[in-house]
């Protein structure tokens, strides 16, 4: 699933789109396509792993879940789940979720919670994890309403940068160590941006899809972990597990 750097880099890739009139639009989603015609893109911005493509009175939201895909300019040889066409090239989505909404998405979006924003706040994000304090914090940073745009990869690297195991409680983890994980979680998700930008993003992996631990030599566990059962990469010796 793509994180939230890579529908920022998604975002970029997508903005000479901004302004343009949508000629045409198609697709299998179970949507009105008849609310695009003759709309011109106001804006394009994201939460977390959502892309948000905003007209005037409407907004429609693109999430890639799982096995989303993209094309620009490009088609596959299946069908989109949305096709906005323009006079001059298209933008074609695969599979994932699309929604229509006309609500503002200042109104409904929390850009507090979205790691990769200037507005996100470390200190809510404590707030907010203070009222979870008996979950583990492999759950907690694949929460979208405090960490939106974590995902697998950001949550293995950021609690191993943090010497921190993944099956640590929330609230058994001392304040400075979180507030560690939570910069990590931060800084992490930028250099993530900026390697997946360069093409260097698994080079700089250091715990996820790792074999060896490279600060101690010693194997690099994967588990399935948490509620949420998703994977994640770790050293038994050097992230700590506070009892
Ligand atoms: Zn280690």
């Not at 709309?39 to 939201?61: A, M, S």
């Not at 799982?66 to 906005?84: H, Q, V």
């Not at 994932?96 to 909404?101: F, I, N, W």
Request: proline share 4%.
């Amino acid at each position: 699933m793509p994180e939230g750097p890579s529908i920022i880099l998604l975002k970029e890739a997508i903005q000479s789109f901004k302004g343009k009139k949508i000629v045409k639009a198609e697709g299998y989603a179970k949507i009105d396509f008849s609310v695009f015609s003759n709309k011109k893109i106001k804006e394009i911005k994201t939460w977390g792993k959502h892309l948000l493509i905003c007209f005037d009175d409407f907004f429609v939201r693109v999430h890639l879940l799982m096995f989303g895909s993209y094309r620009i300019n490009e088609r596959k040889e299946t069908n989109p789940k949305l096709s906005l066409q323009f006079s001059k090239g298209e933008l074609n989505f695969y599979a994932g979720e699309v929604k229509l909404s006309k609500e503002d998405p200042d109104e409904i979006y929390d850009w507090s919670a979205d790691i990769m924003n200037d507005h996100w706040d470390a200190k809510k994000a404590i707030k907010k994890l203070e009222e979870q304090s008996s979950q583990f914090i492999c759950d907690s940073l694949l929460d979208q309403q405090i960490f939106s745009g974590v995902g697998n990869i950001i949550k293995s690297e950021a609690l191993f940068r943090a010497k921190l195991h993944p099956k640590n409680k929330v609230g058994k983890i001392p304040p400075k160590a979180m507030r560690l994980l939570l910069r990590e979680t931060k800084k992490y998700s930028f250099d993530f941006l900026e390697w997946k930008r360069e093409g260097k993003l698994k080079k700089h992996w250091l715990a996820y899809s790792k074999k060896v631990c490279p600060r101690c030599d010693l194997p690099i566990h994967k588990e399935i972990t948490g509620k949420a059962k998703r994977r994640s990469f770790f050293c038994n010796n050097c992230q700590v597990l506070f009892k």
